[in-house]
């Protein structure tokens, strides 16, 4: 089990920024993946930024040089940096676990977190 709690969204005007935490139950470091999707009133659910266990990541093209993951080990904690907001950019953010390691086992479970909204107005 990987329980993970959001915060950190909120109302924002356009060129504006917002930090997304995602505080995850264990320790991250056991967990493969973790990162951030977002899903807008009539859209699939999309990937917006990932961090592996190792540090590689992954952003969406509509997001790269905007937002920025990272990940604050002692607390258990991944962070979404999002600067030069834009409309388009408004949607419920998840925050989401992809497998994780206890003991010598790997379980593949996929969590996901509440969901905070983010609203950027023009």
């Known amino acids: 089990q990987v329980q993970l709690v959001e915060s950190g969204g909120g109302l924002v005007q356009a060129g504006g920024s917002l930090r997304l935490s995602c505080a995850a139950s264990?320790?991250?470091?056991?967990?493969?993946?973790m990162g951030w999707y977002r899903q807008a009133p009539g859209k699939q659910r999309e990937l917006v930024a990932t961090?592996?266990?190792?540090?590689?990541?992954k952003y969406a093209d509509s997001v790269t040089g905007r937002f920025t993951i990272s990940r604050d080990n002692a607390k258990n904690t991944v962070y979404l940096q999002m600067n030069s907001l834009k409309p388009e950019d408004t949607a419920v953010y998840y925050c989401?676990?992809?497998?994780?390691?206890?003991?010598?086992?790997?379980?593949?479970?996929?969590?996901w977190g509440q969901g905070t909204q983010v609203t950027v107005s023009s």
């Open positions: 989401n676990a992809d497998g994780y390691w206890t003991g010598s086992a790997y379980r593949s479970n996929d969590y």
């Open positions: 264990r320790n991250i470091n056991s967990i493969r993946a």
């Open positions: 961090m592996r266990s190792g540090g590689v990541t």
